[in-house]
Structures are given as structure tokens and as C-alpha cells.
């Protein structure tokens, strides 16, 4: 058994149906989008758990991931039971880490 990968995203999009980009945009028509006060999570790939982009705004955050009874995100090692939590916990580590480094280069 012979496995390929899925090179979509390099493929020419007048190829037909089969070759649809596989990251798609959060505007796409054909993106699987979850809104959520403030975050819009676009579906980028897995089952379980299934992966999703996260975006504030026109800005991607990072990546949450659904598994069959919570989230989780790709900061922490909490389980949380809302994709928002997720969201505000992934988005507050970048905030503070922002912050950190702006100490720091002050400081300096």
C-alpha cells in the first residue's frame, strides 16, 4: 500500500473539485468557521482532535484543538470545555509574553 500526501494547496485551482486548497481563508465560503465573541476559529484539519486556526480580527492567534470532550489550545496543557476558553487562555499568553519582551527591552 502505497500512502500520498495532499499537496492541494500547490495544486492550480481550475484543476476541478478535487484539488481544493486544504488552509483555507476564514472568508472562504467552503471554511468550516465557529464565531465566538471577539475569535473566529477556522477548521484547518484532523478528526480528534480536530484543528482550528485561530483569529482576532484580521490576525491569527494560533491553533485550538477539539477533541470529542473539550479544548485545548497550543500554549498550555489545560482542558477547557468552551473553544472560547481556549481562545481567551491562547490569546492572553500572547498578550503577557508581548508585554515580557517589552519589559525586557525597556529594561535594557
Not at 484539519?45 to 484580521?58: E, H, M, T
Not at 476558553?85 to 529594561?107: G, H, K, Q, Y
Request: aromatic share 12%; hydrophobic share 40%; with cysteine.
Amino acid at each position: 500500500m502505497q500512502n500520498t500526501a495532499n499537496m492541494s494547496f500547490l495544486q492550480d485551482p481550475d484543476w476541478g473539485e478535487c484539488c481544493e486548497p486544504i488552509l483555507l481563508s476564514p472568508t472562504h465560503p467552503n471554511a468550516e468557521v465557529i464565531e465566538i465573541s471577539g475569535y473566529t476559529l477556522v477548521y484547518c484539519s484532523g478528526a480528534c482532535p480536530k484543528i482550528y486556526r485561530v483569529y482576532k480580527g484580521d490576525s491569527m492567534l494560533g491553533l485550538v484543538f477539539q477533541h470529542i470532550s473539550y479544548w485545548s489550545n497550543e500554549v498550555d496543557e489545560q482542558q477547557y470545555t468552551q473553544p472560547l476558553n481556549a481562545a481567551v487562555a491562547l490569546d492572553d499568553f500572547f498578550l503577557v509574553a508581548s508585554m515580557t519582551n517589552a519589559t525586557s527591552d525597556i529594561a535594557a
